[in-house]
């Protein structure tokens, strides 16, 4: 009972924080994720962390909330060296993150929520503890149902939630990882009040987005992560010009794909609506012609995948038709799919695109379509040994993939896909390649869309949504622009990925 | 596969036997009987006549044809543990129908449709495990257990009410079938090579399938991981459900074997699944998949289950120290892999 009124008078009195980070590095096997970061957060201020996908923003607050460990760098609170070796040291030293994704657990109660995590108490108050629970939402204008469950509360509630959970916890410093993403408009006007009375109380708010228009508004200074560097701080009434340079860089990037010959439509969207549980992607029309490349741009997570599957026929919409060269395929099976000549490579390698502990020839005799009843192995391997050569897969018909290493299998994940398709969805085609390796694939793919395969794809890399698409499609917390690419810069992608016109 | 790699696997296997017999031992030692006498009765008790060899090979069969049905399953990573239920129901069937036709056919056609039967009712009751896991989404362990006990109880039922015997009903089972209803001895052995060779094949040819066949193909893909299998267009569904329905009819066979055998009691009872089929999960798992090695597993566990039954008739102990013995094999040989894995892991 005691330490609980004790935190509340924490969330009361306690001063602000300053936060420090110094030379932080952070590696996931040859991914050089954080490369010596140095950023200085005054207390009781608005941080804004702006910075495209993959730029590094979530694994440097992640290191800062003790998620992961950096493999050099220090941390300093209020002057002092830290080390935390776990989210609950670094919650007990003041320092609290918002995940992008709420990490809560749906199937419990609102109240029970909020106590996890909480210092340990033999016999829980519940009472008392709702009470408090009140107190704080109240103080923040939050409202939500104390006897719901977490799973019928919405994201925004959720994160509400959140919020309250880790103040009661003694947060001094709240991280925020981009938390507009799949809230609505009221939510959000809601959000940014609660985060200007924190910071008048005196925490420390750092708030990570890639939507230029929110930092601007919302924070007092910025700073700009790209390729795992600060490339920049300002103030937030710096011009939006200067910012999108310090995230995109000063590159030259034009779109180039100007004069392709498209054909018949291949793939066409109406009135197309999908959701999941966290977002919304309403009346959407799409054509893709034979021959063309339409890539899809925004934060991981604003829609892309939604639609990429839904086109896989993964996803069923709940409303509006899908057309796949001309033959309507709306509710049918995924299989179908298949038949119609959809190809479809995800991005999770091991976890839905390969078979760990089969062969690289099991998996070409997988993807044979009206098998026989009994598998010619020596046909298979042969096969197999000819795309390993054509796509330049280090390995043999008889390696295990998961023996491949990570550019390998996704040379396997494309080698594996149908040689002519109509029309083939891809999930980051060139993730973990390298730069040859990248162009080798694209070149490839090219050869078949100038056969009529069309292509969609989803990537992070701006230069390349700009250099191999005829189209852009831009994802915004589930809304949609299209974008020509023929002549655009990348600053214009830049732009619309930063949120520009969606307002 | 080579050679280093088969000794290491060799000597993990042993060192696992040996640390079950060390715990074995352990057991009887409590139990104040001597460890090294109890085994030898095992052992003479399995192989220490012609008659008592003739029943291990009438308990090997089941456990043959059960474990070919398993690694079905267990290659598609489903564990059916309802697998004694069907193998009840392929008795119960097997049973049905010979009693419908043994008066109207001649004998060899009634055993060969009885072997059908079986193998139907065996299938029909996995595909119903198969069934409730698709559209009831009730987990296959469940739904098997449920199963398992419904199968059971009527067997009970069937034995006490309307296949009773003339006169008195008792749960010691229905009418005994004549002789020229139970498959033929081999000379004077008093077990049918019949018995024994289908479950060779059944075993030969899940190797052959899982190996060679995109059905097989198909499956152990759906077993490694189920999203990717979906992914590729593979018909999981389908594939489950046939599955359960492989090893089911498979499970029923061996029910046929337990009413028919040479030596079994040629009639229906209470229990007639005898724990074979659960003998035959661990088989499996001892054989980690790899069939052929099912065989040699499968003829040692029958041979320590038949063995054991002389415990209680010489020594004061119960027969159920061969399934202890069974069970701390498969315990040890668990324990041992888990270890390894873990210093592999360790090792990086």
Redesign the interface.
């Known amino acids: 009972m005691n330490y609980s009124e004790h935190s509340l008078s924490f969330v009361f009195f306690l001063s602000s924080m300053k936060v420090e980070l110094r030379d932080i590095h952070k590696y996931f096997g040859p991914v050089h994720a954080n490369g010596g970061v140095t950023l200085t957060i005054e207390p009781g201020t608005l941080h804004g962390l702006l910075g495209e996908n993959g730029a590094g923003k979530s694994t440097l607050m992640k290191v800062l909330s003790g998620f992961l460990s950096p493999d050099r760098g220090e941390i300093l609170l209020d002057g002092k060296a830290v080390r935390f070796h776990s989210p609950t040291e670094a919650v007990a030293l003041g320092v609290g993150m918002l995940h992008q994704d709420p990490l809560d657990f749906p199937a419990l109660g609102v109240t029970d929520n909020f106590l996890l995590g909480s210092p340990r108490e033999f016999l829980l108050d519940r009472k008392h503890h709702k009470s408090r629970l009140n107190e704080l939402a109240d103080r923040f204008g939050f409202r939500f149902d104390l006897e719901a469950r977490v799973f019928d509360l919405s994201i925004g509630e959720r994160q509400q939630l959140e919020i309250v959970r880790l103040l009661a916890l003694g947060a001094n410093v709240l991280i925020l990882d981009e938390p507009t993403t799949a809230i609505s408009a009221q939510q959000r006007e809601n959000l940014f009040d609660a985060l200007h009375q924190l910071t008048e109380e005196g925490k420390t708010v750092i708030f990570v987005s890639h939507k230029l228009d929110e930092v601007k508004s919302l924070c007092s200074k910025v700073t700009v992560l790209a390729h795992g560097k600060v490339t920049g701080e300002a103030a937030t009434d710096c011009p939006t010009e200067e910012l999108v340079k310090m995230m995109f860089g000063q590159a030259l990037t034009v779109g180039k794909r100007c004069e392709v010959k498209l054909g018949e439509p291949i793939l066409e969207l109406q009135n197309f609506t999908l959701s999941d549980w966290r977002l919304k992607v309403k009346d959407l029309f799409l054509k893709v012609r034979a021959g063309e490349v339409v890539g899809f741009a925004g934060l991981e997570g604003s829609g892309q995948e939604l639609i990429l599957r839904g086109c896989a026929g993964?996803l069923k919409p709940s409303t509006g038709r899908i057309r796949i060269a001309h033959q309507d395929m709306t509710g049918r099976p995924?299989?179908d799919f298949?038949e119609a000549g959809v190809g479809?490579m995800?991005a999770g390698r091991l976890?839905?695109?390969?078979?760990?502990?089969?062969t690289l020839a099991?998996h070409m005799?997988?993807?044979?379509?009206n098998?026989?009843?009994?598998?010619d192995?020596a046909m298979t391997e042969e096969k197999t040994s000819q795309r390993i050569e054509a796509f330049n897969i280090k390995g043999q018909p008889t390696t295990l993939v998961e023996g491949l290493s990570g550019g390998n299998q996704q040379r396997a994940l494309l080698s594996l896909l149908p040689p002519q398709p109509k029309l083939l969805l891809m999930e980051h085609p060139t993730r973990g390649l390298d730069m040859e390796s990248t162009e080798y694939i694209w070149r490839l793919l090219q050869a078949r869309t100038q056969q009529g395969t069309a292509i969609l794809f989803t990537s992070s890399d701006p230069e390349e949504l700009l250099d191999r698409s005829d189209h852009i499609l831009i994802f915004f917390a589930g809304r949609v622009r299209m974008m020509d690419t023929c002549g655009a810069s990348l600053f214009h992608l830049g732009e619309l990925i930063g949120g520009k016109g969606f307002e | 596969m080579n050679n280093g790699l088969i000794q290491r696997i060799l000597l993990l296997r042993i060192s696992a036997i040996v640390l079950a017999l060390f715990l074995s031992a352990a057991i009887l030692m409590m139990l104040s009987a001597s460890p090294l006498d109890a085994f030898s009765l095992i052992l003479s008790g399995a192989f220490g006549s012609w008659a008592k060899l003739a029943y291990v090979m009438t308990a090997w069969a089941p456990v043959l044809l059960c474990s070919a049905g398993l690694l079905i399953t267990f290659a598609a990573g489903l564990w059916n543990i309802g697998i004694e239920g069907q193998v009840v129901m392929g008795a119960v069937f097997a049973t049905g129908l010979m009693w419908i036709l043994q008066d109207s056919f001649p004998p060899s056609a009634v055993l060969v449709l009885a072997a059908l039967a079986g193998l139907s009712g065996g299938a029909l009751w996995g595909m119903l495990v198969g069934g409730l896991r698709r559209y009831g989404n009730v987990n296959e362990i469940f739904g098997g257990l449920g199963l398992n006990f419904i199968a059971g109880s009527l067997t009970v039922y069937l034995v006490l009410g309307p296949w009773k015997r003339p006169g008195i009903g008792s749960t010691s089972g229905t009418e005994p079938f004549p002789p020229s209803l139970w498959l033929p001895p081999f000379r004077d052995f008093q077990a049918s090579p019949i018995e024994i060779i289908l479950g060779l094949i059944a075993i030969a040819s899940v190797a052959i399938a899982l190996r060679g066949t995109h059905f097989g193909l198909q499956l152990r893909a759906i077993g490694k991981n189920v999203k990717a299998a979906f992914l590729k267009g593979i018909a999981v569904d389908r594939d489950i459900f046939l599955s359960f329905g492989l090893c089911g009819g498979l499970a029923g066979l061996a029910g046929w074997i337990l009413i028919v055998g040479t030596s079994a009691r040629h009639n229906l009872y209470p229990l007639i699944s005898s724990g074979y089929g659960y003998l035959a999960i661990l088989v499996v798992l001892l054989a980690n998949l790899k069939a052929l090695w099912s065989v040699p597993i499968s003829f040692f566990f029958a041979a320590i289950s038949m063995g054991s039954l002389q415990l209680p008739l010489q020594r004061q102990l119960d027969s159920s120290l061969g399934g202890v013995i069974q069970g701390m094999l498969v315990l040890s040989i668990l324990v041992i892999h888990g270890i390894r894995s873990r210093w592999l892991r360790r090792e990086g």
């Not at chain 1, 976890?351 to 089969?358: H, K, N, T, Y």
């Open positions: 993964l995924y299989r298949i479809y995800v976890e839905e695109g390969l078979i760990a502990g089969m099991e005799a997988l993807t044979e379509r098998p026989p009843f009994f598998i192995w």
